[in-house]
Every structure is written in structure tokens, then in C-alpha cells.
């Protein structure tokens, strides 16, 4: 089955230590992205990735990392997570970026007290 | 920087009702994608309309798009209590990112 599977699904952590959201697709696609839902504020892009190896900011890339080693995965890192970090978080791939219906993955509720 | 915004912020209708959503963006797009959303849930893929359609079907769901104005429109007809969700819209103005909106609220009541 096609999917964006993503680890973990919730996660409390203290402020300062830091976590790592795993992202993984078995699409083959090129594209991948981070982002984040916070009430009020709709989905704001974190992260995206064109292809391996090649990864720039979104809206909000403050505090937050990204690698993309292989095809299959976009970890994002949190180096020292604070309070306001907490929120939901989605990866998502697609073929081609913009061009193409993005796949979403189950979110990760992050609480960071 | 939000591209769309979606208008109503949230709508209840009856089972059977025609449900519409507006989204409105600031900038030249490349296409424009309607997502669905349950509660906290990931974000599902509706439809994607480019700049150059003015109207796209699926199923019950019908889109418009008015570059000229600036705006879209989702329509889902005979709305059922399935259908209750948020709904995003999103614009591409790079080919490389798409912009969310924040979402209309959709409730259908059985």
C-alpha cells in the first residue's frame, strides 16, 4: 500500500532534549516536505526536499532541522525543542513538488512542556 | 506566508444539502489543490485545478477556478455525515511548494 508513514504518532518531551521525527514514503517520490498545524494558523511549511541531497526552507524552518540521505526518508530534527514547537506535524511527498497531489502522512503530536 | 484563505471559517448544513467553500490567494498561481482534513488526521487529496481549467469534477465534488478574480470554489453535493471535515485549499506559485489555507470547518448533521 502506498503511504507516508511517520514515527512517532505523540510525543512529550522537555524542553532542551533533542528528538527526532522520523518520516518514510514507498512512493518513490521525489519530493518531500514538513509541516506544521497549529489552531488558527493553518499549515505552515517547514522543510521541503526536491530530491536527495537537496533541501530548503519553508516558512517557519526555525528551530527545526532536515536531512535527505536517501530517497525513502526525511527525518525532521529537533535540536533543542521549546515550548512553542508544540504542535502537529505532517510530512508529506509527492512526485514533483507544487505540480502534484502531495500524500500526507498521520502526524506527529509533538507536546514540548 | 498564507496564500489562501478560506472562506467560510466553518459551515453546517443538513444531510442532503449542497455544501460550498471559497478560497480566495494573493498571487499568480500554477494550480490550486482542494484537501480534506478529519479530525487531526493527515491531509487527504481532493482535486487539483490548473491555471489554465476553470472546472474540474470528482464524484460529488465539483471545483471552479476564477484566476481573474483570484478565488476557487469547492462544491460538494448531497452532502453526507461522512463528508464532515476540514477543508483546505492550496496554491503552487513556484512549482516547488504549495501554501495551505486555514481551513473551512465543514459539519454535516444526519
Known amino acids: 500500500e502506498a503511504q507516508v508513514t511517520q514515527n512517532p504518532r505523540y510525543l512529550i518531551t522537555v524542553t532542551g532534549k533533542k528528538l527526532t521525527v522520523t518520516c518514510s514514503q514507498n512512493?518513490?517520490?521525489?519530493?518531500m516536505s514538513w509541516y506544521r498545524q497549529d489552531p488558527g494558523l493553518g499549515l505552515r511549511q517547514i522543510y521541503y526536499?526536491?530530491?536527495?541531497?537537496?533541501?530548503d526552507k519553508g516558512d517557519v524552518p526555525e528551530g527545526y532541522k532536515v536531512s535527505r540521505k536517501e530517497k525513502r526518508n526525511f527525518p525532521l530534527i529537533l535540536e533543542s525543542p521549546s515550548p512553542n514547537q508544540t504542535s502537529l506535524y505532517f510530512c508529506?511527498?509527492?512526485?514533483?513538488?507544487?505540480?502534484?497531489?502531495?500524500?500526507f502522512g498521520n502526524g506527529t503530536r509533538l507536546t514540548v512542556t | 506566508s498564507q496564500q489562501g484563505e478560506e472562506d467560510p471559517q466553518a459551515l453546517s448544513i443538513q444531510e442532503g444539502e449542497n455544501a460550498t467553500m471559497n478560497c480566495s490567494y494573493k498571487?499568480?498561481?500554477?494550480?490550486l489543490q482542494w484537501y480534506r482534513q478529519n479530525s487531526g488526521r493527515g491531509l487527504v487529496h481532493l482535486i487539483l485545478?490548473?491555471?489554465?481549467?476553470r472546472e474540474k469534477h470528482s464524484g460529488r465534488l465539483r471545483v471552479t477556478l476564477d484566476t481573474s478574480k483570484k478565488s476557487s470554489s469547492l462544491l460538494i453535493t448531497a452532502s453526507r455525515a461522512a463528508d464532515t471535515a476540514s477543508y483546505f485549499c492550496?496554491?503552487?506559485?513556484?512549482?516547488?511548494?504549495?501554501?495551505f489555507g486555514e481551513g473551512t470547518q465543514l459539519t454535516v448533521n444526519p
Open positions: 526536499s526536491m530530491n536527495v541531497e537537496v533541501t
Open positions: 512512493m518513490n517520490h521525489e519530493y
Open positions: 492550496a496554491t503552487d506559485a513556484s512549482g516547488s511548494r504549495l501554501t
Open positions: 498571487t499568480s498561481i500554477n494550480n
Open positions: 485545478i490548473r491555471s489554465n481549467e
Open positions: 508529506a511527498s509527492s512526485w514533483t513538488g507544487g505540480n502534484s497531489p502531495l500524500h
